[in-house]
C-alpha cells in the first residue's frame, strides 16, 4: 500500500443522494480510490449541495451530471433517509450530512454528463445491480432498507464511516 499522508485535509459540506430504481434493480456507481490502485466501493448518485440549493435541487443536479438523466426535483420521493458520513481516502477526508432520496423510474443507460476532472478520474463504471445481489462494498450499506421506504418519516441511519483509508489511520 502507498504511504498515507497522515495529515489529510478535512473536507466537511452537506450532500444529497439519489436512489435509482428500475424495476428490480438499483443503480451503483463504481468508484476508485487513486492513491490505492485496485480499489472499488459502489455508491448511489450524489454529492455536494451547492449555495442556494435545496437538498432536493441538489440532488436533482446530481443525478443529471453523474448519469445523464434530468428529472424535475419534485419527482423525487422523500427524503427517505438522512445520516452524517465520514469517508476516508487517501488523500482526504470527506465528512458530509447527506440527505437521500429515492427516484422510481424505467431503465436507461447511464453517462457522465458533467462530472469534474478529479470525479472522471475515480468513477470506473455505472451498474444496474439486483436489489438481492448487491456488491460486498457498497455505501450505503443499509440501501435496501431505502429502496423498502414506505413513507412516513426519513429513516435515520445516525453517523457512519465508509472509507478506503479509515478516518482513524
Known amino acids: 500500500m502507498p504511504a498515507i ?9 452537506r450532500g444529497a443522494r439519489v436512489v435509482v430504481v428500475a424495476d428490480d434493480a438499483v443503480l451503483l456507481q463504481g ?13 448511489v448518485p450524489g454529492g455536494g449541495i ?14 443529471h451530471e453523474e448519469t445523464g438523466l434530468r ?6 420521493v422523500g427524503p427517505v433517509a438522512t445520516r452524517v458520513v465520514s469517508h476516508g481516502y487517501s488523500d482526504r477526508i470527506l465528512i458530509q450530512a447527506e440527505t437521500f432520496y429515492l427516484l422510481r423510474t424505467a431503465r436507461f443507460e447511464p453517462v457522465n454528463a458533467a462530472l469534474t476532472e478529479a470525479e472522471a478520474r475515480r468513477r470506473v463504471a455505472s ?12 455505501w450505503p450499506s443499509d440501501l435496501p432498507a431505502l429502496v423498502a421506504w414506505g413513507g412516513g418519516d426519513p429513516l ?5 464511516e465508509e472509507s478506503t483509508v479509515p478516518v482513524d489511520h
Do not use: C, H, M, N
Request: glycine share 6%.
Open 5 to 13: 499522508p497522515t495529515d489529510r485535509p478535512v473536507k466537511r459540506r
Open 31 to 43: 468508484d476508485t480510490d487513486p492513491g490505492l490502485p485496485g480499489s472499488r466501493f459502489w455508491q
Open 50 to 63: 451547492d449555495a442556494g440549493e435545496s437538498t432536493r435541487e441538489a440532488a436533482a443536479r446530481e443525478l
Open 71 to 76: 428529472i424535475d426535483p419534485a419527482d423525487l
Open 127 to 138: 451498474v444496474w445491480f439486483p436489489i438481492d445481489d448487491l456488491p460486498d462494498d457498497v
Open 156 to 160: 435515520d441511519l445516525g453517523e457512519v
